[in-house]
């Protein structure tokens, strides 16, 4: 069975800060990972993924991710957070093989919080 | 905008009410999938449609019964739902099979209340 963990339930910064999200992984086989971002009253937006190759995978809005393997992690990070970054994002996991519906497992959310 | 729409935005209902959610999308996937998100729980699949076969059901009980008629819409028919059911109900796409294919796509989702 694959799972995530969003170990924080909200994340507070300063605007002008780095900021970072975590994510933990557990899956069979060599993981695909994606971050998403929810903004109120909006469904999902994908961010970033990873999939092979670079460890540090660069998306939208000036996110990135560090995928690593021995840490099973996916953290999400951007150099210097904006007050419109606010929003919640998800960490999710698919493994292989067995998985033809190509199903997601979502972390339970980080709420990112960026004050002026 | 992703290119997935989701009808109604909103929708009050009571317990004995029939409604269905419709979810469309025009991008050329194949892959459709219904979520659902509550307050204060991670997400949950509910079903996946791969060219509009039924190739996941996790466990839904059958108050919720979905319809893929075509790899471009997707239906969520609801019938004697429970109070415990109001919740954000998404819909995704995915491209297909294949590498790069990879992504889900979300709509912006139906916000049910059940009274």
């Known amino acids: 069975a694959q799972s995530v963990a969003q170990p924080e339930d909200q994340v507070n910064v300063a605007e002008g800060n780095p900021l970072t999200v975590k994510c933990t992984y557990s899956v069979s086989g060599n993981p695909y990972l994606f971050w998403y971002v929810q903004y109120p009253n909006r469904g999902l937006q994908f961010l970033l993924k990873y999939i092979t190759g670079d460890n540090l995978v660069k998306g939208s809005y000036g996110f990135e991710a560090e995928f690593n393997k021995s840490q099973t992690s996916f953290h999400l990070k951007k150099p210097s957070a904006l007050v419109s970054d606010s929003a919640l994002y998800f960490c999710?996991?698919?493994?292989?093989?067995?998985?033809?519906?190509?199903?997601?497992?979502f972390g339970g959310g980080t709420r990112l919080m960026v004050k002026p | 905008e992703t290119g997935v729409t989701q009808t109604p935005r909103h929708l009050v209902m009571g317990m004995t009410n029939k409604k269905s959610l419709k979810c469309e999308q025009h991008l050329g996937h194949n892959a459709m999938y219904w979520y659902k998100q509550s307050a204060k729980k991670p997400l949950e699949l509910m079903f996946v449609?791969?060219?509009?076969?039924?190739?996941e059901n996790n466990s839904v009980p059958s108050r919720f019964s979905p319809e893929c008629p075509n790899s471009s819409h997707l239906f969520l028919h609801l019938h004697t739902l429970q109070p415990e059911d109001s919740a954000l109900y998404l819909c995704a796409s995915r491209p297909g099979v294949g590498l790069g294919t990879d992504t889900q796509y979300f709509g912006p989702g139906t916000r049910l209340t059940v009274l």
């Open positions: 449609y791969n060219f509009k076969e039924q190739t």
């Open positions: 999710a996991v698919r493994g292989l093989p067995n998985n033809a519906g190509n199903m997601l497992t």
